[in-house]
């Protein structure tokens, strides 16, 4: 039998799930929106081929739009797709032809390459940045606390870009100069392209994906180091601190265990909203580096006004930071007893 806090924590996390579902309606409308703002459609480059061969361009034009659906009010079309989302987790036919849901989940689409360089780069970045944050506040001033926050500084400061093609710069001058453009790096090394899966392909994988995950993971990384070292330093002041140090607590007990553990809140709060950070890095990055991501899914259908694709893409970004910020308060709330959530 659950007892009273227990059950208030439950009903709370049950509500904030539940309050995701219209902030999920929101954003597919918006969606569904902005595509329709944009001018011309899918088919508008087909008017001109019409004209080239003496028929009616515009009703070349509207009689295409009547076969793939998009003539109907913009709330008809909407209210169909957003039905077939929920009820059949069917995102509707690309206008280019083929399943949406089949072309968005195959291995062709690069989502799960997108999802482990997204990941990769965030436990990176935490790996790396939560230590150094917590170094740079205990050796405040100190040449450590300089070095680490300058490197900091670099990596919020410095494009993701910038970044991308000083990697290819390096490799080229001073590893290997065959590694000129994008498409030369690649997932693994040649050799093992079509060798089946090893320890040894395996760390080919890591290795190759390792510049993405630096280069993603590099704002995250600042923005943690920095957090955590001003939350480390209003924390370790603080009365109940000096408390336990004239109870004879070890520092290095009251350190790992009440300040670094009070001090996380703010990071926390971080993880939901350097989530568009992460995914637009992995958009850029993937692209120079010529890695397969689900970004290249995204700008191909931007490029050919494919409205359906467009709005799927832009739903899935959307729903990964929904979600990214619901784990968040959850975490929050379930690791600080201090928030109420009544």
Known sequence: MLKRGESSLSLYIVKRILAVIPVFVIVAFISFCLVGLFPGDFFTPA?????????DPHAVHTALRIQAGI???????????LVGVVTRGDFGTSLGGGSLSRLLFSAQSGLHWTLII??????????????????CALRHKKWSDTLISAVAYLGISVPQFTLAHAFFW???????????????????????????????????YVAHLMPAFIIVSAPMFASVVRYMKVAMMDTLPAQYLETARAKGVSEFRVIAKHA?????????????????????????ATHILGLPSFGMVFIRSIARQDQHLLTAALLFYSCILIVGNLI???????????????
């Open 118 to 135: 997204t990941s990769g780069s965030m436990i990176l970045a935490w790996l790396f940045g939560v230590p150094l944050g917590i170094i």
């Open 260 to 284: 670094i553990r009070n001090a996380f809140n703010p990071l926390i709060s971080l993880l939901g909203i350097m989530l568009p950070t992460l995914i637009t890095g992995s958009i850029i």
């Open 170 to 204: 390096i490799m080229y001058k001073f590893i290997n100069p065959l590694i000129v453009s994008a498409g030369v790096w690649g997932l693994v090394h040649y050799d093992l392209v079509y060798q089946p899966m090893s320890l040894t392909k395996f760390f080919s």
């Open 71 to 81: 003539d109907k009010p913009f709330i008809v079309q909407f209210w169909i797709w």
């Open 47 to 55: 008017m001109i081929g019409a004209a080239l061969s003496g028929q």
């Open 328 to 342: 968040a308060d959850l975490l929050l709330v379930v690791l600080d007893p201090r928030i109420r959530y009544e």
